[in-house]
Structure formats: C-alpha cells, structure tokens
C-alpha cells in the first residue's frame, strides 16, 4: 500500500508554511492532476504479444466462462469510480459537472496517495436520480466500487440506496458516512480525555443534509444518549410541517428530550455541537451549553464560532480546517475503507463496517491523546492501513465479504 512516511511528512509540514498562491495553484492543475501507467512494461515484441494480441485473448476468453476472475486479471479489485453530477461541490454549490471535475480529480489523488487505489472521476451531466443510476449500472463491469461525491441533498439519499442495491460492488457517499466516521473518531477520543460516557451525552448538529443526517445516524448507532438535530427552520420533531422524507424519519429518532425551537433551545445545556450548516454560533450559544463541552465547528473555510473563541467556553473544539488543533478530515476514513473492502471483494459497506473504521482511526491517536489531538494527523501513514484491516474484519463478520 502507499503510504507517506515520515520524511514526506516532514517536507509537507514545511510546505504548509509558505503561503499559497493563485499561480501555484493553477500551475499546478495544468492538464489536470492524474495520468494512467502500466504495471507491466511493453518493452519488446514478446511483452507486447502477451499483454494484448494473441494473449490477452486466452485471459478475456477465461473471463467469459467465469466472471470472477475480471478481479484477479483486470484492476477493478483496486478501482474505484469517483461520481458527482456538481450539485454540491465543497462550499460552492451546484457548479455543474465540469467544475467538479478538479475536486474529483483530487480526490483520486488521495485515493492513490492514501491507499494505494486507482480511481476514475466521472462527472455526469444529469442531476436526474434514474439516470444516474442506469448509467452506473452500465458502467459496472469497469470498477470496483462507487465513491458519490458533492451531490446534494435529498437526492443522495435516494442514490445511495438505490445504488447499494442495484449494484454488487460497494457504494459509499463519503460526504455522508466520511464525515460521520471521523466524526464519532474524535467524540470517542474527546470522551476519553474528559472522562465522559458517550451514553450520557446531548448532541446538538446543526445542518440536516447529507452529512448532517449520517453523522446523526452513526451517532445513534454507536449509543449516543441523545441528538438534536437542527436545519434552516429549527429544530427537528416529530409533526413540525415541511419535513422532507428523510427528515421524518429523523424526527421520530432524534430530539428524545422533546425540545421545540431553534438554536437557543438546542445548544441550552448540551453536551456537544457538531456544526455543518455554514451558519454562525454567536459566542453565548457555546457558553450557555453544559461543562466541559465539546464543539466541532467543521464549516469550511469559516468554523461556525472561531475555535479561539469557543475555547473560552468549551473543553475541547474542533474543525474541518488543517491550520487549527483536531482537523476533522475525511481523508482519515475513506482511503482506508474503500482498501479493507476491495481486498476482500466485499459486496457492500455495512453499519459494522463504518464504525469498525471509526474506533481504527480513534486507536490511531490514543497513545498520544489531549485536548489538542483527539484524532490523528490526516499525513500519518499508519491511519490508512488500520482502518483497512479493520474494515476487511467487519466486512468477514458481517458475512459480506
């Protein structure tokens, strides 16, 4: 597997140092970021005789009496396809197909460089649900798995379940459950450093899209005590009109204290805000919430409260940004995940799956834990392997693999 070590670490820290420009990042982006190599050379006749004609065609003839085996002769053991239709592209929104294709491109960047994958960006010009799908369904013979990105809520919803059963191969929204796992990474490790239980806790997330909704989900799932759940209106309950489907069903999960109201209400006396609406806190949300609190402000570029400020108030802050303690990154999840699955063919990515990866990444950074390090560096070159072995083990437990 790629990995960074230590002396790529080293000159990337100094490198983070000098301020960026517009013409380094443009420079840099010319003719794109990726490039396709051969793993075997085509050095001379013979090579080239058997890796196309005549002898590629006794392989494609084994394929044709036994699929299967296109995971052992062909890459899609290691290829993941990384599709956006540019509807909600990092804070920028729908932007159309086109523009995403850099942030896609650097994600199969990170997928190469984190875990030692091959990705292909595909960005589709349509936002309509079906026919993304009999797109996909398409195309399945040339990929491994599916990684979704930037595609805006509600749709991903519906495009995440409906893929995960339409296809045999791993399908993961990592705007959704990438956020999430880190997340319950960092609230495990904060816990741990103040002494609390998980199951005692009140989690107030403000923002009910995509990510919002899974981090909800895996927090519930992982036995949170309780989690409010905040959008553009209020908070979420059960009966409140406008509710979208998703958000019903959200309702009758969340929000067990019977809170009514907007951000006031929900943050009075919780234990934990997550942020991740690009909204702003005011200073006296976070003072009014319960000791020794815990606030993720992971709004990007801009954390919902400056993490100086909420120090003033709460024991342990962090956010989405690499120039303050405790990043919450999703390069800590996703590379590792989509390894551990390819390399035992799982068929798809369970519940069992993500938290298995969420306590890997926690176990990364407990040798070193503080109200400043509740997660690993997204450069530690043992994040990505950790979380692919565990990832592999759930997948043999859950029977999916």
């Not at 919450?328 to 990515?349: M, Y």
Request: aromatic share 4%.
């Amino acid at each position: 597997m790629t990995a960074l070590n230590e002396t790529t670490m080293d000159q990337q820290s100094t490198l983070t140092d000098a301020p960026i420009t517009d013409e380094e990042i443009f420079a840099e982006h010319l003719g794109g970021k990726l490039g396709v190599s051969v793993t075997r050379p085509l050095s001379d006749s013979r090579a080239l005789s058997i890796a196309y004609t005549p002898g590629v065609a006794k392989v494609s003839r084994a394929i044709a009496e036994d699929r299967a085996l296109a995971r052992k002769y062909t890459w899609t053991s290691r290829l993941v396809a990384v599709v956006s239709d540019g509807t909600a592209v990092l804070g920028l929104g729908d932007i159309g197909a086109a523009a995403a294709l850099p942030v896609m491109e650097g994600k199969a960047a990170l997928f190469k460089t984190f875990g030692g994958l091959d990705s292909i960006p595909l960005v589709l010009e349509t936002t309509d649900v079906d026919e993304i799908i009999e797109t996909l369904v398409r195309l399945r013979p040339s990929f491994g798995a599916v990684n979704l990105e930037d595609i805006s809520a509600p749709r991903c919803f519906e495009l995440e379940e409906r893929l995960i059963e339409a296809l045999d191969i791993p399908v993961f929204h990592d705007d959704q459950h990438g956020t999430a796992i880190v997340l319950l990474a960092a609230l495990r490790n904060a816990d741990k450093v103040l002494g609390k239980d998980i199951a005692d806790q009140r989690v107030v997330i403000a923002g009910a899209g995509a990510a919002g909704i899974a981090c909800a989900r895996i927090l519930l799932a992982a036995g949170v005590g309780d989690v409010t759940l905040l959008d553009s209106r209020g908070i979420i309950h059960p009966g409140r009109a406008g509710l979208n489907p998703v958000k019903e069903r959200m309702a009758e999960v969340t929000n067990r204290a019977g809170l009514r109201g907007g951000p006031v209400e929900a943050l009075r006396g919780a234990d934990v805000f997550v942020g991740l609406s690009a909204g702003t806190v005011p200073e006296e949300l976070v003072a009014s919430m319960a000791p020794g609190s815990i606030v993720f402000a992971l709004s990007n570029p801009d954390p919902e409260i400056h993490p100086e400020v909420a120090r003033r108030h709460a024991a342990i802050v962090a956010t989405g940004r690499s120039d303050f303690p405790n990043q919450i990154n999703n390069v800590l999840a996703f590379p590792g995940i989509f390894r551990g699955a390819l390399d035992v063919g799982a068929r798809r990515i369970t519940e069992r799956m993500k938290l298995a990866a969420a306590d890997a990444i926690a176990a990364v950074a407990e040798d070193d834990l503080g109200p400043d390090r509740i997660v690993p560096s997204p450069l530690d070159p043992r994040v990505a392997p950790e979380v692919a072995a565990a990832v592999a083990r759930a997948a043999r437990e859950d029977g999916v693999a």
